[in-house]
Nanobody
């Protein structure tokens, strides 16, 4: 079993930055890709970014150029660096994991965290 715990969310002003962390614990031998989804009130969840253990990444068009995803395999942790934040980035951000990047991008993830709230407002 794999447990995913998100951290780093909070309140930030437009134009500010936050870094989210997703820490995986337990048996993660089958986990090859971790990603981030977000869901705003009244909206469907959407993919933000995903990355494999080898460093291959996928960034959603809505955040490309502002967000970056990286991982530290030794720490079993994935990071989402969010810069130039906009009010429309406000959402609950969820960490998800699966065996392949394609599965994460396609929404077929095996594990997910409880989410961390990101609020962008003045």
């Amino acid at each position: 079993q794999v447990q995913l715990v998100e951290s780093g969310g909070g309140l930030v002003q437009p134009g500010g930055s936050l870094r989210l962390s997703c820490a995986a614990s337990g048996s993660s031998s089958s986990i090859r890709a971790i990603g981030w989804y977000r869901q705003a009130p009244g909206q469907q969840r959407e993919l933000v970014a995903a990355i494999t253990s080898g460093g291959t990444s996928h960034i959603a068009d809505a955040v490309k150029g502002r967000f970056t995803i990286s991982r530290d395999n030794a720490k079993n942790t994935v990071y989402l660096q969010m810069n130039s934040l906009k009010p429309e980035d406000t959402a609950v951000y969820y960490c998800v994991a699966s065996r392949t990047l394609g599965a994460v991008v396609g929404g077929k993830y095996d594990d997910w965290g409880q989410g961390t709230q990101v609020t962008v407002s003045s």
